[in-house]
């Protein structure tokens, strides 16, 4: 019986998998077998843990940042987790920062920061121009943005 603590590198099958399932131009070239089946149970969408309830950690970290709500799954709570930490990256004051901003912002009756931050997210994504695609004949594809001369 193969032991998956081996240091083998990762298998084809694991390597197809994970560039399915891991974002463009992620290095996976270095994992060996046992990493690579992490990472897949990680990542997975059909994945046991997602629909399990989320951890106490989990819905302790959210409460702390106003993101809580009740039914969540545990992947629906790291998602959130994600969120809170990709926008907090972003501000001068880290976590610390973001518990003020959430605390100003149901004194002032506002929008939660994330959520600010999300809307600004998508419109920047929604203004910025599309690159063209082009076939091999040099025609657009439609509803697509002409290239510059």
């Known amino acids: 019986m193969e032991d998956v603590y081996d240091e083998e590198p990762l298998s084809w099958y694991q390597a197809e998998t994970l560039r399915r ?3 463009p131009e992620t290095p996976i070239d270095h ?8 990472l897949i149970r990680l990542h997975s969408p059909h994945a046991k843990w997602r629909d399990r309830p989320p951890t106490d ?3 302790s970290f959210l ?9 969540l799954s545990r992947a629906e709570a790291a998602q959130l987790i994600d969120e809170i930490l990709t926008y907090a990256a972003q501000l001068p004051g880290g976590l610390p920062r973001l518990e003020s901003d959430i605390t100003d912002a149901i004194i002032h009756r506002e929008k939660h920061p994330v959520d600010r931050w999300k809307e600004a997210e998508a419109r920047s994504r929604a ?23």
């Open 21 to 23: 399932l891991l974002p």
């Open 31 to 38: 994992l060996n077998r046992f990493e690579a089946m992490c």
């Open 57 to 59: 950690k989990q819905r």
């Open 63 to 71: 409460e702390r940042f106003e993101r809580w709500r009740v039914g």
């Open 127 to 149: 203004a910025a121009p599309v690159k063209a695609e082009f076939t091999v004949d040099g025609n657009a594809t439609p509803g697509r943005v002409e290239p510059e001369p």
